[in-house]
């Protein structure tokens, strides 16, 4: 397939094609991408204009169109002939229960190590690093659980809110920590439909009526890019008074998928690196070897912003 995923975000734009060029005008200029190197395009531009030239060529080229709103894909246009990926749909269902258990525990295991890594770096001197250290690398049943738990008590402590508990019903914290992971949410789903996957199949999460399971197991290791996000803030606004999701609060969290980190050899955009996460993932998925999927852990603890 071919291999960019175009993200059109200009507030402001015209979308057309010609002579198989992919061409975007805004008030800073034009600028254009042959289509046929092109697997998708994402638009979370509030007022993009879309030429009906566009939807016939991307079908003809075998091009996505998502549509979104507020970041969240609303609307997938997929040529025919793409309207089901058969091959890699019957590849996700085929997972034995051990593929599928060696995917979820390499997302856990990044997820409870960047959670360390943040911990760490907030709260250098916290009693509880050194256990949530060795649990982060260990190998003990149930570590996502005991993993967060000591990193939530440590976010707390962090931001002098001693009884903090994550709850998606509670206020306070919470309300913050919900608008961010949505947010992720939104960002990995855009990824997802971009390279073809499914996200109504996942790997761990539940399958429900309108639920996404794929982007809730691939996200959980980029949790913590968003608790950064939300430290930030709060220790701009100590205030508890102020922990209100404003429209400023949302302008900056919303900042955080073009923050820049390490993955492999690279340092990419987090949106970059959350593609490759998931094109890995869809090689895994494809030639059934979990090898393929490299989960997101930071080289040091060092935290971008």
């Not at 009906?52 to 169109?65: C, D």
């Not at 709103?69 to 793409?82: D, G, H, M, T």
């Not at 997820?111 to 260990?138: P, V, W, Y």
């Amino acid at each position: 397939m071919s291999y960019h995923i175009v993200s059109i975000d200009s507030p402001q734009c015209s979308l057309s094609c010609k002579d198989g060029q992919l061409t975007c005008k805004t008030a800073d200029g034009e600028r254009k991408l042959p289509l046929e190197d092109v697997a998708s395009i994402i638009i979370t531009s509030f007022s993009a204009s879309i030429h009906s030239e566009l939807f016939l060529e991307a079908a003809k080229h075998g091009v996505a169109l998502i549509i979104c709103e507020a970041f969240k894909p609303v609307s997938l246009v997929l040529p025919a002939n793409r309207s089901t990926d058969t091959i890699l749909s019957r590849a996700m269902l085929d997972l034995t229960p051990r593929v599928r258990a060696h995917l979820w525990q390499k997302t856990i295991d990044a997820k409870c190590q960047n959670q360390f890594a943040l911990a760490e770096h907030i709260a250098a001197k916290d009693k509880s690093l050194d256990d949530l250290r060795q649990t982060a690398f260990g190998k003990k049943p149930h570590k996502e659980a005991i993993c967060a738990k000591m990193f939530w008590q440590i976010f707390g402590r962090t931001l002098s809110d001693e009884n903090f508990v994550r709850d998606r019903g509670r206020g306070g914290l919470n309300h913050f920590l919900n608008y961010g992971y949505a947010v992720l949410l939104s960002t990995v789903l855009q990824k997802l439909f971009g390279v073809g996957l499914d996200p109504t199949f996942g790997i761990s999460h539940v399958e429900r009526e309108r639920a996404t399971p794929l982007a809730y197991d691939l996200m959980e290791q980029f949790r913590p890019c968003v608790d950064w996000r939300v430290v930030q803030w709060v220790r701009q606004h100590p205030d508890p008074k102020e922990w209100e999701v404003t429209k400023e609060f949302r302008k900056w969290v919303t900042g955080f998928p073009l923050e820049r980190v390490d993955y492999l050899d690279l340092t990419l955009e987090i949106q970059g690196v959350i593609e490759g996460v998931v094109r890995g993932f869809r090689k895994a998925v494809i030639e059934n070897q979990p090898r393929h999927y490299k989960p997101w852990t930071p080289k040091n603890t060092k935290w971008v912003g």
